[in-house]
């Protein structure tokens, strides 16, 4: 007789195939029909809100992996957070407005010159729109959950009126000013840029050494001396007005063949190395300290005027000569230095850093072209001592990827100055996953100049301010909150749709207008002053919101750009951080931690990724790697996922298929009634449940994700699932060490997918459904496992018996190798003690059966052991072929049979299930 069908063999519907790009569109489309989200947040309602503002992404490009992680990581954190019973809604936002949109359109061909500055917004508008689209897509295909029909977007007309209004408290507290400081220029983009839109990279420039000849030497310097400057810019000479010197550090005066020089004494020797000036020829002739060259006036060595000797604190010992080059339209510390001296400001650089007829001889030269021709002027006049090139790391423009200039031009600041002190308070006051974060943006917030909010550009929300005829600048708050108004109304178009007049109160006068004519400022404000206003324009706004937000979490670059704009007007609106807690990720780089670049052709492709694998292993991906550092990500990597999720989903089926049978209500067994084997095992889930639990609350997946996977493979997999099978294919239906170990296993199963569901969003409600009696709509409706009290005795009981079952399976494989046997249920095993472990005893404690535990047909317990054991850690064990009859259902050798005809060659167990079956 075939008693394949006696045997209560695993069924579920649940596949071993994920299938993925297949099911979970489908289950996107379920959730939607079912309002899952919404669900969540009504079950939630009345809890505790925790709050993740969403840091908008640039809409513009597709979505790379560097978006998919920062999405699914915030995805993550609020599906644990609802699960755990927190009110969770999630708005996503996108930044719209900047320079990048307006050259993809220039790129696209549009004539931008050849058309309105209206009309020009409105095709930026629509590019804008279709990429949000675009990108929503991906993002909800993702798994990413929220209210994406409602999305927050910068260029929203209510977004840009809350933005006026940050602006116009601002201005109120006297924050905002317009003055001409040398700030970042970028000629590739024709716009001033923000600290924040700095990156450094190398750059090969010419490095010059000049002499500036004394004019005045005030009684300390004799008229022949020359002050030696050195500088990397060469292009800004023309601009020079003064030399700075340190007060306080030793000058020095020597001559050199027929000529005499100053330098720092503490740099004389680098000096002379530099210049390749043989220092045994070299006199030193005079020392004095800094202070005294106070005045000393020098000739330009290019232009009839003179150049004025000032002390500044800035001037070190690290590099050059201690004689600074000073162009205070250069250079923010030159022009704080040359604001105190009052000598002037010279900037002769247009917007696409062409020199102007301010430099008369350089007209029309482009800024880096002219190093050259600076250089030759200076050597014609003899004042050029020494030319060579270097490469080091200088400024460029995050956006073009080119250098980016020191130009002092009239632009619009909001004062850091006035608010520092406030700002480092709240900062005090955020809470920091590592130190390191608050250290980041502390410092600089401490370090951070004046914030240069304007920029020469249309596609962004206008400065809302006007000017009278006489020129005065008209800013105060209740003008612009007309304005703001208006925007809400209307758009921001109207600013330049209507004239300066049609935008100010009717009926409004200025002293500085008698016939009435007001003009309106044309710069448009910083992105990061659009997106740094969402904490008002979205968080204290939307009615589901509430200010300040529980957490920010985006990329480390924007400890410089989102988290340090939003603190500053935050702090400055509402006197407190938009954040209660600020969390960062790193990049993510290719599989040998390169940066990631079509051009090399090492870009993954989310959207091509979910089509080839799924959305679940990005995902997957994203739990398994150290967000907060850089991160890799391959298609060797991922496919590395796919087989861990592989490994995930059969250990999923395997469960579900040995439940099948299983009604919790009717068959489950109270804990003190298990048997000691599943009680044990109960215990190391709820170890395992609990630690990933603090893990969860603390935003720390990896450790989770190693956590489960040792449990799958170790626990589950090579031992209790191995165990599991001679109990619950072969016992009777509700025998009670069937129903023991299914009522562990049906706890397990749940609380897995409970534990998995904010990661694998799809699979985990493919389980869900495939799990028998389950009382929720969705996985998602579920609760997260609460932690409890574990049995710790218990478990270091048994890791000493899963010490020894260790050692025997060893055994057993040694014995498979050398042909004593074939599968381990043809083994008969013997365990004795070693000399450094009782393994007897051990095993005397436990009540349970040891050959089931082993997976052999006998075993039995040796008092002493001799050569013929082998000796291994925790146990000396003897492997035989086993003696007796095989149970042709279960496989066992016993040494009797049931005598019965009809089941001549059973065991007494088998027969029994059989025939009362």
Known sequence: MDYKDTLLMPKTGFKMKGGLINKEPNYQAQWETQNIYQKQLEKNKDSTPYILHDGPPFANGSVHMGHALNKTVKDIILRIKSMQGYYTPFVPGWDTHGLPIEQELTKKGVKRKEMSDAEFRKLCEEFALDQIDNQREVFKRLGIQGDFDNPYITMQKEYEAEQLRVFAKMVERGLIYKGKKPIYWSPSSESSLAEAEIEYQDKRSPSIYVAFPVEDGKGVLDQEVNFIIWTTTPWTIPSNLGISVNADLNYVQFSYGESMYVVAEALLDDTLEALEWDKDKVDRIHEFKGSELEYITCKHPLYDRTSLVILGDHVTTDAGTGCVHTAPGHGEDDFVVGQRYDIGVISPLDSKGVFTNEVEDLEGVFYDDANKVVGERLDEANALLSLKFITHSYPHDWRTKKPV??????????????????????????EFKVEWGHKRIYNMVRDRQDWVISRQRVWGVPIPVFYAEDGSIIMDKQLIDHVASLVEQHGTNVWYEREAKDLLPDGYTHPGSPNGDFTKEMDIMDVWFDSGSSHQAVVARREELSFPADLYFEGSDQYRGWFNSSITTSVAVANQSPYKMLLSHGFVM??????????????????KVMKQMGADIIRLWAMSVDYESDVRVSQDILKQNSEVYRKIRNTFRFMLGNVADYDPNENKIDYDQLEEIDQFMLQSYYRMMNASIEDYNRHEFLPVYQRIQNFINVELSNFYLDYGKDILYIEAMNDHKRRSMQTVLYEILTGMTKLLAPILVHTAEE?????????????????MPEQVEVDLAIIKRWNDILSIRDDVLRALEKSRNDKVIGKSLEAQVTIGNTKQFDAVTKLKEINTQLKQLFIVSKVDIATEVDESFEQYQYAAVKVQHADGIKCERCWNYVDDTVEDEAHPNLCVRCHDVVTKS
């Open 405 to 430: 200039i020191f130009r002092a031009t009239p632009q619009w600041f909001a004062s850091i100055q006035k608010i520092r002190q406030d700002i480092l308070k709240a900062i005090d006051q955020t």
């Open 590 to 607: 290719d599989g040998e931690g390169k940066k990631m670049s079509k051009s090399v052709g090492n870009v993954i492709d989310p959207a």
């Open 767 to 783: 389980v869900y459904e495939h799990t028998p009696h389950t009382t929720e709509e969705s996985i998602h409706l579920e609760s």
